[in-house]
């Protein structure tokens, strides 16, 4: 891959491979915390539930990755769960759920609705009626960024090791934008700080607007005090090869926003041809059956590569594995 993008012996790019982790991409890290502490309290007798027998269903709202780590997770404990999927969510994805027992709830758009994903309005009115908030949004389960910190801790234990140069820049897709936001955080916890740049497509790109403005009102860290005037959700209905990260809203996107900032990066927003051309590339040149929106971060790469000396250091995260 390093070879096809042009870079030097003394550069080149390092993939984090999550396509063989558990169910499949890197969700399960977020989830597997907020389950650790669901367990534990339920351990030691401080849960509202007297029995398992007695416990309220989890719930998140996905269109693939993280229902499937969720459900995943949740029929390993014997836990009920509610997933809030698209409409249109595919049926390869459907029918893993399907085989883990979850209980699938379909979410169409419709006009009484405000605007922003109709999933996410579901799965707050089951929170409501007493369900338990099992996604990968920080701003529904903290317990989620906690998890999410491992692949950053993970990367930066290897690029430690490594000789030469330090990495320069992370390349991380961005959708709900925990993904960014952990990520980073756990690989500044190295001492290092590659410039992070979150990717979106050109088809639902609410964070780089958000960091634009709020560079222009004040500066992007700490920005949540203008969420209403950062972050709103996506006029249009996304659409996008990568549509893994679609999110009509970054529910993370302070987290994300102080990642870049912090690092003197800044998010890319790739074109749907460079969506289709990282996803070919990643087949051409690597082994990893990475996904479309697996390897989006790569498009974010492609966008920018004429910004990037040939002999930088950069990581890419091939985050999901392609669904058969």
């Given at each position: 891959l390093s070879d096809a993008l042009g870079f030097n012996n003394l550069g080149g790019v390092w993939i984090k491979d999550e396509t063989n982790s558990v169910a499949g991409s890197q969700k399960a890290r977020h989830l597997f915390t907020e389950l650790l502490h669901l367990v534990t309290v339920e351990l030691v007798g401080r849960a509202p539930w007297k029995s398992p027998t007695q416990r309220p269903a989890l719930a998140i709202a996905s269109c693939g990755n993280a229902a499937i780590a969720a459900s995943t997770l949740a029929r390993a404990v014997d836990w009920p769960i509610q997933v809030f999927v698209p409409q249109n969510a595919d049926e390869a994805t459907i029918k893993i759920l399907n085989s883990l027992d979850a209980n699938v709830v379909r979410c169409p758009r419709v006009a009484t609705d405000p605007a922003g994903d109709p999933c996410v309005f579901r799965f707050?009115?089951?929170?409501?009626?007493?369900?338990?908030?099992?996604?990968?949004?920080?701003?529904?389960?903290?317990?989620?960024?906690?998890?999410?910190?491992?692949?950053?801790?993970?990367?930066?234990?290897?690029?430690?090791?490594?000789?030469?140069?330090?990495?320069?820049?992370?390349?991380?897709?961005?959708g709900g934008g925990a993904f960014v936001a952990c990520a980073a955080s756990g690989f500044f916890a190295g001492a290092t700080k590659p410039r992070v740049h979150a990717v979106q497509t050109q088809g639902c790109a609410p964070l780089a607007r958000a960091f634009e403005i709020a560079n222009t009102t004040g500066g992007a860290r700490n920005a949540g005090s203008r969420w209403s005037q950062c972050m709103w959700p996506w006029e249009t209905t996304p659409v996008s090869f990568a549509d893994g990260i679609l999110d009509d809203e970054t529910y993370d996107w302070i987290g994300a926003c102080n990642a870049m900032a912090d690092s003197g990066g800044y998010p890319v927003v790739a074109s749907e041809e460079q969506i289709h051309e990282s996803y070919a590339l990643a087949h051409r040149v690597t082994n990893i059956d990475v996904s479309p929106t697996g390897s989006s971060g790569l498009a974010g790469l492609l966008a920018i590569r004429h910004e990037i000396a040939d002999d930088e250091r950069v990581i890419v995260i091939f985050s999901g594995v392609r669904r058969q």
């Open positions: 707050r009115e089951a929170i409501e009626q007493g369900c338990i908030p099992f996604g990968v949004q920080g701003p529904e389960n903290a317990w989620c960024l906690d998890g999410g910190r491992t692949i950053g801790f993970e990367m930066a234990v290897v690029a430690e090791e490594l000789s030469g140069s330090l990495m320069s820049r992370m390349f991380v897709q961005a």
